[in-house]
């Protein structure tokens, strides 16, 4: 049985909470460190994924997400 986990991508500023396996994640953050936004394909669709969260269980903490480009 492959192990799951929830986390929120950071999609245009905002979270978009998914599954994913543990090896998937890995290489989410790999990708993201090494080439920024990185696509990634859900079932019903891609979104570019601009940072990825893993908040820790029962954690009620807020957290703000900032561009770091101008637009």
Known sequence: MMETIVVSL?????FK????????????????????VVPVHLAKETVLAEGVVVFGKGAKHQLMVFSNHAE
Do not use: A, F, P, Y
């Not at 950071?10 to 905002?14: P, Q, R, S, T, W």
């Not at 909470?17 to 920024?36: A, F, P, Q, W």
């Open 17 to 36: 909470n998914v599954i994913m396996t543990k090896d998937m994640l890995g290489d989410l953050s790999l990708k993201l460190r090494e080439e920024g």
């Open 10 to 14: 950071i999609v245009k500023g905002e």
